[in-house]
């Protein structure tokens, strides 16, 4: 896994996804999500999705803190096109990702970060309150 950290912008495969994200408009945030949708989660699908996830809340105000400057520009050139569906999608996919069938949470479980955890419940509990 290449991961410096456990934040959702802190690994090579949600690098390399903001590539698409830039060129992608609001159904590269779509596609990534989708990619959890059935069976077992890949860790870099995974890893792409909570990233698409963090670009979800962030368009509806709700960003994790400091973004990447391309994601804030996401953000404001296309958040608009965000939709409850796709808030709705991006908490079905973070618990995906947090679940039994999920590549990357066996890999964060078993280096016993416990932060990456709290980083997802939190990301889940920002969906949640934009869906209100």
Known sequence: ???WGYLPFE???AM???AELDAGGTEAVRTALAKTGEGYVEAPEGSVAVAAAEVIS???GNPP???PENVADW???HGRGITAEDV???REAVQ???GDESELAELWDDADEIEWRESLDDLAERLRTALR
């Open 65 to 67: 803190g400091i973004l």
């Open 11 to 13: 690994n090579d495969d």
């Open 88 to 90: 709705e999608l991006a």
């Open 75 to 77: 953000v404001t050139a």
């Open 58 to 60: 962030a368009s509806q």
């Open 96 to 98: 995906r990702v947090a």
């Open 16 to 18: 390399d996804w903001l």
């Open 1 to 3: 896994m290449g991961a």
